[in-house]
């Protein structure tokens, strides 16, 4: 803030500098040119009309009175009655709830699986649900870490580390998200 003060303090001490900031040449300009236009259009019009402003008398309009504001103000409030009042259609307010959609075996490991495919140091030729991440995949301890990851973003609950160290296939990692959520089929 103290730096914004400083620049206004320095732009108005340079008078150069203000204006060349000025956008008052540009209005002189464009106005210049609006007069031109203008008298192409209808040369019979003089300077003050076409610069009429709208703080002149003659667009102002004069003010209600205080009887003309309660006569309106009346007549509006005789035109609600109760019953308009009670006709209008208002939506209950009521709440949406919605659980998660019913998941199964099948689809538990499609997922599995695509969010495997999608790793990029998975090769998706190898994968099966029998494949061992580490003897099959190639897969390092960092790499398992982050499967794991991927799967608790995947199915929204946090895997315990020491249930992970245990999820060294595919079909574990299915095996433990069906206990986890309740499916038996």
Known sequence: MACLAKNIRALTRQAALLRSFSIRPAIFALTKWQNSQTELLDPSLTSNQIHRRYYSPDLIKPKLSAQEIETRVLKVCSAYDKVTAD?????????????????????????VLLVLQLYDKVNPSKLKLESHFINDLGLDSLDHVEVIMAMEDEFGFEIPDADAEKLLRPSDIVRYVADKEDIYE
């Open 87 to 111: 006709k209008r259609h208002v939506l209950p307010l009521v709440r949406c709830y919605s659980a998660k959609p019913p998941l199964s075996l099948k689809l538990i490991s499609d997922r």
